[in-house]
């Protein structure tokens, strides 16, 4: 019988790889992937919440594709807050990268349905504790707003940026307030804050 011998010796060798694939994480891995696949046959996100809860949309200067020196635009739109004004997710989805790049300093990118990414940039710090693969919802703190990156010497704001399987597209037409408008409202048009390079 010795097919039965090298057969549960193969049987064993995958025991301890699958037990291997456990405790090393390999298993949280995939179930992320699998999440990701999922989300990928949703439909994107229609209506987003407005990343910062106390800013209402007409405060936002359209600075989509704004020349932003030689060879490069905007590829978002900019909302400025105090610093450490707390940064909310703007859709359902699982956090996708948590990292520092040049332009974008500290940055968290969530992926929502149709595979959508959403990315926040210039952040002063990261919400405590959070990690790749979170899943997060539009009352989720993702961080707090800053001016790292190239926002260094700008007023503080959030970068926010939106991103389909094609390229980035413009947030702000799918940007909601979170806020309920008031009658006795502010003079929320003037003195729009614009940054010219971040
Ligand atoms: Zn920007």
Known sequence: MRWVRRLSRIFAVLVVLLLLFVITGGSDTLLFYARVARLYTQSPDS?????LEDVSKKAIADTWQA???????????DIFAPRGTPILSATNGFIYKIGENNLGGQTVSVI???GRVYYYAHLDSYAKGIEVGDRVTTRTVLGYVGTTGNAQGTPPHL???VYTTTGAINPLPLLSDRIAPTVTKKKENKGRLVSRKA
């Open 159 to 161: 970068h926010f940026g």
């Open 112 to 114: 929502g349905s149709g």
């Open 67 to 77: 020349p932003r020196g030689i060879g490069r635009r905007h590829e978002g739109q």
């Open 47 to 51: 209506r987003l919440a407005m990343p």
